[in-house]
């Protein structure tokens, strides 16, 4: 089954080709990264007018790099939440036009619930042999049911039981705000830029290298800047404002402290950082690399601890990440510290599949349309969804 997947979410334009839910044909992603750098965060009004701009030739390119025409497709699908409005309508429309076009099955899909189905897409080429087994909805090499998952994307942060495809109960979620949003707010104060977690990431990975030079352990580049957890016991529930809040208070005293360096006297004025965090570029640098690191942990501890807890109470076999946030190295290796004394499995998709792009989304329609799903031109975008957890 080949299935053209389209993602228009937010603000990445992306379309794809996929085999069986696994096997990569295509991959094309249009980023706006650079266009809402200036601006700290993503616009919506000018992600959705990008999104009509890049969105056909995308498509083109994804089926000329697939080999594939419009009779060789079995099935089209694109996003309809969660995500910005105005982004969604785009690729949806389009995907929707197509199907009606073609006269082909379309499928909308779940964003978050596509996050997870990156697990399932492969770096191989698909088998040349063999092609019924390979269109099986369940393969060596897949994700292992029961499993645990932690979605981290965007405004996402949520513990969830998988039991089996489209069987979702919430364990946990954020209360307040997620980890990728944390981590894009204090990257903004610290001046570092838009997406905050690849930027916060190098910088702390900078205070790290500086202190193994010294021969100190990495722990105490960590350690520096000590930040307090929200653990909130007996739940796996997850909160990240307060350890937002703590972060301002340190990088505030982190500028004072410059500028004490700097004047060679106390600072007679209470610093206040600017919304794009320009004073803590300019001011604070000496301390940035140490704030990130120590921020990145804080994240990092309490989505790893809370992850295993759950994964030893509902006896998984395996955990998988999902969401932008999962690409982050700490976290990988934090896990992996969390569940390999246990004999848990830990997966994750490769780097290029934890962002956002159309291959999770032919990935997650392939699954659906294999029990007989499809959706009708009057489905409609719904930038609030959720996963479908069972009551």
Request: with cysteine.
């Amino acid at each position: 089954m080949l299935v053209l997947g389209i993602e228009s979410s937010c603000d990445e334009t992306g379309a794809s080709v996929v085999r069986d839910g696994r096997y990569l044909l295509s991959n094309v992603v249009a980023s706006q990264i650079e266009i809402h750098n200036r601006y700290g965060g993503v616009v919506p009004e000018v992600a959705s007018r990008q999104q009509i701009a890049a969105i056909i030739p995308v498509v083109e390119t994804a089926l000329a790099q697939a080999s594939c025409s419009w009779e060789d497709l079995d099935a089209i699908s694109a996003t309809y939440g969660p995500g910005l409005a105005g982004s969604l309508l785009v690729g949806l429309t389009v995907g929707k036009t197509l199907a009606l076009a073609r006269n082909k099955p379309f499928l909308g899909v779940n964003h978050l619930e596509a996050h997870m189905y990156a697990n399932w897409l492969r770096n191989e080429p698909a088998p040349v042999e063999a092609v019924a087994e390979s269109a099986k909805r369940d393969q060596p090499g897949d994700p292992l049911f029961p499993l645990i998952c932690l979605v981290i994307s965007g405004a996402h942060s949520e513990i969830v039981l998988v039991r089996d495809h489209g069987d979702y109960q919430l364990l946990g979620r954020t209360r307040d705000d997620a980890a990728g949003e944390a981590l894009d707010k204090v990257s903004r104060v610290l001046g570092l830029g838009y997406p905050g977690g690849p930027a916060i990431q190098r910088m702390a990975q900078q205070a790290e290298d500086a202190y193994v030079a010294q021969k100190k352990t990495v722990k105490k580049a960590r350690n520096a800047y000590r930040l307090p957890r929200a653990w909130l016991r007996g739940t796996y529930d997850f909160s990240f404002s307060g350890v937002k809040t703590a972060m301002l208070h340190l990088a505030e005293g982190a500028t004072d402290a410059a500028r004490t360096l700097q004047n060679g006297k106390p600072a007679t004025q209470y610093t206040r950082y600017t919304r794009m965090g320009e004073q803590a570029a300019q001011e604070g640098a000496p301390d940035v690399a140490l704030l990130a690191s120590g921020f990145q942990e804080a994240i990092v501890d309490v989505l790893a601890v809370k992850t295993r807890m759950a994964a030893q109470e509902y006896q998984v076999k395996q955990v998988i990440l999902a969401g932008g946030v999962a690409a982050n190295l700490s976290l990988r290796a934090r896990m992996r510290q969390e569940l390999d004394p246990l004999g848990i499995r830990l997966s994750y998709p490769s780097i290029d599949f934890c962002t956002d792009n159309a291959a999770m989304i032919a990935s997650a329609a392939f699954f659906h349309l294999s029990l007989g799903e499809h959706h009708g031109m009057e489905l409609d975008v719904q930038p609030g969804l959720s996963l479908p957890f069972r009551k």
